[in-house]
């Protein structure tokens, strides 16, 4: 069975930093791209970053500058390096592949910056 694990997630004041990891199983990893989604109570989940198979990454608006995403197909896992953080990045976030159907979801793993 699949599985994708986040982790690194926490509480952190605002302008503070934190890095996430997911951890993928039972995939040939390098195959599919990877996204990093987010969902902040009562929000719709929304997308974060993305990085494709040749490395090529794109961010949304309100994260560019501040979040990095990155890979490491010998580990199998995808990083998002969080910087600058701020209050309304607070959400629960989430690792989805992007490839060959079927897409699979992490558990997600909670972030909360505090003012």
């Known amino acids: 069975q699949v599985q994708l694990v986040e982790s690194g997630g926490g509480v952190v004041q605002a302008g503070g930093s934190l890095k996430l990891s997911c951890a993928a199983s039972r995939i040939i990893f390098s195959i599919y791209a990877m996204r990093w989604y987010r969902q902040a109570p009562g929000k719709q989940r929304e997308l974060v970053a993305a990085i494709i198979t040749d490395g090529s990454t794109n961010y949304a608006d309100s994260v560019k500058g501040r979040f990095t995403i990155s890979r490491d197909n010998t580990k199998n896992t995808v990083y998002l390096q969080m910087n600058s953080l701020k209050a309304e990045d607070t959400a629960v976030y989430y690792c989805?592949?992007?490839?060959?159907?079927?897409?699979?979801w992490g558990q997600g793993t909670q972030v909360t910056v505090s003012a």
């Open positions: 989805n592949t992007w490839g060959p159907p079927p897409n699979y």
